[in-house]
C-alpha cells in the first residue's frame, strides 16, 4: 500500500517553483479591501494578463514522506487497539455504555447495524466529533459566528452555552462572495419572496394543460445558457440530485463510462442507477484514459463481445478533495480522436475559473459546444442551491422528457433562483469580474505562501480549493482545535472521505477574504505548523512566516 | 476339448508374465520413475488438462482499424417535440389556491398545497428575515460549517411534533427516501416493498442493492404470503437469516392511488416476522389524522412501533425539502451514511424558516386545519360519487384522489381534453405524469387537490365542471 500510493502520487506535470521575491514585487493590492456587507470595490484587477503567460496546467502531488506513513498506521492502530480495549471494557459492563440503544433489541430483530460499521462510529469518531458538524448563526460569509458548544462527557453529548465565536471562515464554499445577508442580490431575493411565494408545492410540468412553469425558472435557463456559451439548459433544485437522476436519462444498459477515480459520489451514484457499466481510470492520467478508451472499443463487452453502444467520460472541472484541475484541452482531443462524449462536473468551477467565471472551458480558452454535458451547482459560487446541466438543445430536450427531477421532484423556490439570477447578472458587470479577479489573487497568494512555508499542498495553483495535508488523525483535530482557538474556523477531513493516509485540511479561498484575513491565517498556520511539526515537504524548503 | 494346448496357452502367459516382473526388477531405478512420469502425465493429459482457448492476438493496425470503424450512437435519441415537458407556458404569481393564466384567475386543484401555505403572510415574513439574517444560501454541506441553527431548530421541532427522539432533514424532497433506504438496507438484506410506491421509493429501493420482493398494492394477504416463504427459507439456514435485515416500505397514504395502507395489521406482522417498518409520509403528513400527525395518530398507534417516519417538507408545508423522525439509534446513523445528507450542501435557511412557521401554524392551540381538511374531503369525496362516468380512487378522508373514467376510455388523451375544458370554466387540474421506467405503472388519471380553503360553492363549482367535461369528451 506505501508503494503505489508513493507511485500514484509521484506524478507532477510541471513544476513551478516561483521565487518568493517575484510574486512580492507585483503586489500592490494589499491595501484595497474586499468588503462583503458593502458593495463598494475599490480594487483594481491587475492579475488577469499574468495569467496568460503560466503553464494553466501545473500541478503538484508530492510523495507522502516515509515516516509520516509509518506513523500514520501506528497511529490507527493504536486507536484500534484502544478501540477494541474500550468495546471489551463497555460489553463486559466496566464502562457505562454511551449512544442510543436500539429499542427492538430484545425482540429478536437482526441487528439493524453490523459491530465493525459502527466500531469506527464509536471510538474514533466520537472522540473527535466536535470538529465536525460545527453550527453556525450567521451568514456564511468570509468572517462568521460559531454557536459555542461544549461536551461534558467527550462529544457524546453537547450542550449549547448560548455564545458565538466569531471566526474567519476558510471551511464554506463562497468562491465570490454571493453569501451575503445585504446587497442587491439579498434584496431581489427578498422581492421575489414578496411576489412568489416561498415555493408552489408542484412539480415542473404538472399544472393544467401546456404545462406552465414559473417565469422565473425560464429566465434563469436562458441566462445561464448565455452565460456559458451553449444552446441551452436546465436547471435543478439539488446539485446532489442533478447527478444521481440525470446520468440516468443519458447512459443506460449496453454504454461505457470511464469515470475519473476521485470522481464525486453523486457521479458514482448516478453511474450506478444508470444500468452502464462503469470504469474509473487513474486520477487526471490521460495516457490511462487512452489505453482504456482503445482497449474498450476494441474489445467491446467483456461477456459478450458486442460493441459498446457509445462511451461516456466523466470528469469535474476542480476536484474538490485533490484541489486538481481536469485536462481539458487533452480530454476534448481524445475524445473527438475515439468519437467519445464528455461529461463535465463543474461543481466547483462555475463562477470561480476562468476569465469571466465561466468554469475550466473559460480557464482553458476552448470552446464550451466541445463539452457534450456540462453540470455544474450554484451552491458554491452563487451563494444559492440547486444544479444544472447545460448543452445543446437535443440533449437539453431529451432530458426535460426523461428526467425523474423534472417529473417528480418539486420545482424550484423563487428566492433561490432569483439569488442566482441576480449573481448571474452581477457576474457579467465590472463588479463581478472585480470578485473573480479577487477570488484569483487571494488564492494564488495563499498558496505560494503555504508552498514556500514548507507544507505540502496539493493541486493545480490556480485552484481556489487548497488541499494542505496533515496525515495523522491526532495531528488533524488538534490543528482544527487550535485554528478555531485562534478564530479562524476550517475544514479537516481524514478516512473515509479520504485514503486511509491522506488526511488533510481543505481551505476555500472566497473573494470575500480581505489580504488581512489571509495573513491572520497563514501566521496561525505557520505557528501550528512549527508547533505540531507540519512542513513535511521535501522540494520546498521549511521556512517561517516572517523569513519569506 | 483343446485343453492341452489352453494349457499351454496359459502356462506360455504365466510364463511370459513371470519374464515380464523379472525384467522389471533388473531395469534400473530412474527408468521405472520415468515411465511411471509418462504415464502419468499422459493421464493428466487426458483427463484434466483444460483446453486453451484461442487468443485472439491483435496486431496494432486491426486495432486501429477497429477503433476507425467504431460509429458511437448519438448521445442522445430524438424526442417527440409534442412532449408536454417540451409545451411549457409561462405563468406569473402566487401558486396558491388561485392562479393566474393569461390574464384569467381559475382555481387551483391541481398543485400539493394542502393547508394552502403558500404565499402565506407569515410565513413569508418569517423567511425575509431569515434572508436578512443568513442571506439565500448555505455554502456547504452539513458537516463543513453548513449546519445552521435554524436547521437544529427545525429538527427538534419536527422531532417534537412527531413526539419522537430525534429528526433530520435533507434539502431536497425527493432525496429523502431514496438516501434514506441505502443507508439502512445493503446488499443482500431483504425489502418487502408495496408495489404501489411512489418514484423516489423505487429510486431508493434500486440504490440499495438489496433483494427487493414486491407484494400487491395494499394486499396483505400478498404480503403474508412473501412472508411465510421467506420464513421457510429462514429455516433451512437460520445461521444466515440471522444476518439478514428485513424492512417493510410502505407509504402512509399513497400519493398514486390515495388510500391508506393497513398499518395495524403490518405493525402486528413485524413484531411475528421481525421486520422493521420504514414508511413514507409525505402525502399524510398535515393532512390525517386530527392534529395532522398521519397515519399512525390516525390508526392510533404507538409511533414508537414505526422504526422511521420519513416525510417530505414540500407538500402540506409549503416549503422545499424533506425530513424524518424516529428513535435516536435508527435516525443518528443517517448523518453519517446517508448520501444525500453527507455530500449534499444543506437547506437554504429561509426554507427551513417557512417550515419553522409553518409549524407553528399548524401547531396552535385553535387550529382546526386539519380536521376541516379531513372534513372537507369526506365532502367532496360524496360530491364526486354522485357525478356519473367517473371512478374516484382514493380513501374518503384523503385530500388526494384520483380521477378516471370508466372502463377502456380511460386514455390520457381524453383526460387532457378534460383538463384542457376544465380550464376554460377557470379550474386547473392536471393529469398524473410519469415515466416509463416506474415499476407499475399507474392508470393515466387526474390528480384532484382538495385546497383546505377551498368552499362549498367552490367544491360544487368543480363537479359541475367535471360532469359537463365528461358529457363533452364521451360523446
Redesign the interface.
Known amino acids: 500500500m506505501l508503494a503505489s500510493s508513493s507511485s500514484k502520487l509521484s506524478h507532477a506535470t510541471l513544476v513551478h517553483r516561483y521565487p518568493p521575491s517575484k510574486l512580492h514585487s507585483e503586489e500592490e493590492m494589499s491595501d484595497t479591501v474586499f468588503s462583503s456587507d458593502e458593495n463598494e470595490m475599490n480594487y483594481k484587477c491587475e492579475n488577469v494578463a499574468r495569467k496568460d503567460d503560466e503553464n494553466l496546467q501545473c500541478e503538484e502531488f508530492e510523495e507522502t514522506p516515509l515516516y509520516a506513513a509509518i506513523l500514520t498506521y501506528l497511529s490507527y492502530a493504536i486507536l484500534c487497539l484502544f478501540g477494541w480495549l474500550r468495546d471489551f471494557l463497555r460489553n463486559s459492563n466496566i464502562e457505562k455504555k454511551r449512544g442510543a440503544v436500539d429499542p427492538n433489541a430484545t425482540l429478536g430483530f437482526v441487528p439493524l447495524y453490523q459491530s465493525y460499521e459502527s466500531f469506527y462510529t464509536r471510538n474514533m469518531y466520537t472522540r473527535v466529533r466536535d470538529i465536525f458538524n460545527r453550527p453556525i448563526a450567521s451568514v456564511p460569509g468570509a468572517q462568521f459566528e460559531l454557536t459555542e458548544r461544549v461536551s461534558d462527557d467527550y462529544n457524546w453529548t453537547y450542550r449549547y452555552t448560548g455564545k458565538t465565536i466569531n471566526a474567519i471562515n476558510l471551511g464554506s464554499y463562497n468562491y465570490l462572495g454571493f453569501a451575503e445577508k445585504s446587497g442587491p442580490c439579498a434584496t431581489d431575493a427578498i422581492n421575489a419572496l414578496k411576489t412568489y411565494g416561498v415555493s408552489s408545492c408542484n412539480t415542473r410540468i404538472e399544472l393544467g394543460m401546456f404545462q406552465r412553469t414559473q417565469r422565473y425558472h425560464v429566465e434563469l435557463e436562458q441566462l445561464l445558457a448565455n452565460f456559458l456559451h451553449v444552446e441551452s439548459s436546465i436547471a435543478f433544485g439539488m446539485g446532489f440530485a442533478t447527478n444521481a437522476l440525470n446520468i440516468p436519462a443519458v447512459a443506460s444498459k449496453g454504454d461505457l463510462i470511464l469515470s475519473d477515480e476521485m470522481n464525486h459520489i453523486s457521479l458514482i451514484l448516478g453511474m450506478r442507477l444508470s444500468g452502464a457499466s462503469y470504469r474509473t481510470f487513474a486520477h487526471n492520467d490521460m495516457k490511462d484514459l487512452e489505453a482504456k478508451l482503445r482497449a474498450a472499443i476494441v474489445h467491446g463487452h467483456p461477456r459478450t463481445q458486442r460493441p459498446w453502444k457509445k462511451i461516456i467520460i466523466v470528469v469535474e472541472g476542480v476536484y474538490s478533495m485533490e484541489g486538481s484541475i481536469c485536462r481539458l484541452p487533452e480530454l476534448i482531443a481524445l475524445k473527438k480522436k475515439y468519437k467519445a462524449y464528455l461529461y463535465m462536473d463543474e461543481a466547483h468551477s462555475v463562477g470561480a475559473m476562468g476569465k469571466n467565471g465561466r468554469g475550466i472551458v473559460d480557464y482553458f480558452g476552448v470552446d464550451a459546444n466541445d463539452v457534450d454535458i456540462l453540470m455544474g451547482t450554484f451552491t458554491k459560487s452563487f451563494g444559492s442551491a440547486g444544479g444544472y446541466i447545460a448543452g445543446k438543445k437535443s440533449l437539453i430536450d431529451h432530458i426535460r422528457v426523461n428526467s425523474h427531477s423534472n417529473t417528480y421532484a418539486s420545482s424550484m423556490s423563487a428566492p433561490v433562483v432569483q439569488q442566482i439570477i441576480s449573481s448571474l447578472r452581477l457576474l457579467k458587470r465590472p463588479e463581478g469580474q472585480k470578485r473573480i479577479c479577487q477570488l484569483a489573487d487571494n488564492t494564488r497568494y495563499f498558496r505560494q505562501k503555504l508552498v514556500d512555508m514548507g507544507f505540502i499542498v496539493y493541486g493545480n495553483k490556480n485552484s481556489p480549493v487548497v488541499p494542505m495535508l496533515i496525515y495523522m488523525p491526532a495531528r488533524v483535530t488538534r490543528f482544527n482545535r487550535e485554528m478555531l482557538r485562534r478564530g479562524i474556523a476550517v475544514v479537516t477531513v481524514g478516512f473515509p472521505a479520504t485514503k486511509l493516509l491522506d488526511a488533510r485540511v481543505r481551505f476555500c479561498i472566497s473573494a470575500a477574504h480581505t489580504r488581512q484575513m489571509l495573513d491572520t491565517a497563514l501566521t496561525a498556520i505557520d505557528e501550528i505548523g512549527t508547533d505540531i511539526s507540519l512542513r513535511y515537504s521535501t522540494r520546498h524548503k521549511s521556512r517561517r512566516l516572517r523569513e519569506l | 476339448m483343446g485343453s492341452p494346448a489352453n494349457h499351454d496357452n496359459v502356462a506360455s502367459l504365466a510364463t511370459d508374465f513371470y519374464s515380464l516382473l523379472e525384467s522389471f526388477k533388473e531395469t534400473p531405478f530412474y527408468h521405472l520413475l520415468f515411465e511411471i512420469f509418462l504415464v502419468l502425465t499422459v493421464l493428466w493429459l487426458i483427463l484434466f488438462r483444460k483446453p486453451r482457448r484461442i487468443e485472439k492476438k491483435?496486431t496494432e493496425k486491426e486495432?486501429q482499424e477497429?477503433?476507425d470503424e467504431?460509429?458511437?450512437?448519438p448521445?442522445?435519441?430524438?424526442?417527440?417535440a409534442n412532449?408536454?415537458?417540451?409545451?411549457?407556458?409561462?405563468?406569473?404569481?402566487?401558486?396558491?389556491k388561485t392562479?393566474e393564466?393569461d390574464g384569467k384567475k381559475s382555481l387551483n386543484f391541481?398543485?400539493?398545497?394542502f393547508l394552502n401555505f403558500?404565499?402565506?403572510p407569515r410565513?413569508?415574513d418569517k423567511?425575509?428575515q431569515a434572508?436578512?439574517?443568513?442571506?439565500?444560501?448555505?455554502?456547504?454541506p452539513?458537516?463543513?460549517?453548513?449546519?445552521?441553527?435554524i436547521?437544529?431548530e427545525l429538527e427538534e421541532r419536527l422531532a417534537h411534533f412527531f413526539n419522537c427522539?430525534e429528526g433530520i432533514i435533507y434539502?431536497?424532497?425527493?432525496?429523502t427516501v431514496?438516501s434514506i433506504i441505502p443507508a439502512?438496507s445493503k446488499r443482500n438484506d431483504i425489502l418487502f416493498v408495496d408495489e404501489g410506491v411512489?418514484?423516489?421509493i423505487q429510486?431508493g429501493v434500486?440504490?440499495s442493492r438489496s433483494t427487493v420482493k414486491w407484494f400487491r398494492h395494499n394486499d396483505i394477504s400478498d404480503l403474508e404470503r412473501l412472508l411465510v416463504e421467506q420464513d421457510i427459507h429462514d429455516k433451512k439456514n437460520p445461521k444466515k437469516a440471522?444476518?439478514?435485515?428485513?424492512f417493510l416500505i410502505i407509504e402512509g397514504l399513497y400519493m398514486n392511488y390515495g388510500d391508506l395502507c393497513p398499518l395495524p395489521r403490518m405493525v402486528e406482522l413485524k413484531?411475528q416476522y421481525?421486520y422493521?417498518i420504514f414508511m413514507d409520509e409525505s402525502v399524510s403528513f398535515g393532512t390525517i389524522g386530527q392534529t395532522g400527525r398521519g397515519v399512525t395518530e390516525y390508526y392510533n398507534i404507538d409511533r414508537?412501533k414505526i422504526?422511521l417516519i420519513s416525510s417530505s417538507l414540500?407538500?402540506s408545508v409549503?416549503?422545499?425539502g424533506g425530513f424524518a423522525v424516529g428513535?435516536?439509534?435508527?435516525v443518528?446513523?443517517q448523518?453519517?451514511s446517508a448520501?444525500?445528507y453527507c455530500?449534499?450542501?444543506s437547506?437554504?435557511p429561509?426554507?427551513a424558516a417557512?417550515a419553522i412557521e409553518a409549524l407553528n401554524i399548524m401547531e396552535e392551540e385553535d387550529t382546526t386545519l386539519c380536521d376541516t381538511l379531513m372534513e372537507k374531503s369526506k365532502r367532496l369525496h360524496q360530491k364526486l360519487l354522485d357525478i356519473k362516468g367517473y371512478l374516484i380512487v382514493g380513501e374518503d378522508i384523503s385530500p388526494l384522489k384520483h380521477l378516471r373514467l370508466t372502463n377502456s376510455q380511460n386514455t390520457v388523451a381524453r383526460l387532457?381534453e378534460i383538463?384542457?375544458f376544465a380550464?376554460t370554466r377557470g379550474i386547473?387540474?392536471?393529469?398524473?405524469?410519469?415515466?416509463n421506467d416506474e415499476h407499475r405503472l399507474p392508470e393515466p388519471s387526474i390528480?384532484l387537490i382538495l385546497n383546505v380553503e377551498m368552499t362549498d360553492e367552490e367544491l360544487e363549482f368543480l363537479c359541475t365542471v367535471l360532469q359537463e367535461a365528461r358529457v363533452k369528451v364521451t360523446v
Open positions: 491483435l486495432k477497429l477503433i467504431w460509429q458511437p450512437e448521445l442522445v435519441p430524438p424526442v417527440d412532449h408536454p415537458a417540451l409545451n411549457v407556458r409561462v405563468l406569473d404569481g402566487i401558486v396558491g392562479i393564466i391541481a398543485t400539493f398545497n403558500v404565499g402565506n410565513i413569508t423567511a425575509i434572508v436578512q439574517k443568513y442571506g439565500v444560501g448555505s455554502c456547504g452539513r458537516g463543513f460549517y453548513g449546519t445552521i441553527d436547521h437544529l427522539e434539502s431536497y424532497g425527493f432525496s431514496a439502512y411512489h418514484y423516489a429510486k434500486e440504490a440471522r444476518t439478514l435485515r428485513r413484531y421481525k422493521r414508537r422504526d414540500e407538500y409549503g416549503s422545499i428513535s435516536s439509534f435508527v443518528d446513523h448523518r453519517l448520501q444525500g455530500f449534499s450542501a437547506l437554504p429561509l426554507l417557512a387532457e383538463v384542457e380550464q386547473t387540474i392536471t393529469v398524473a405524469r410519469y415515466l390528480r
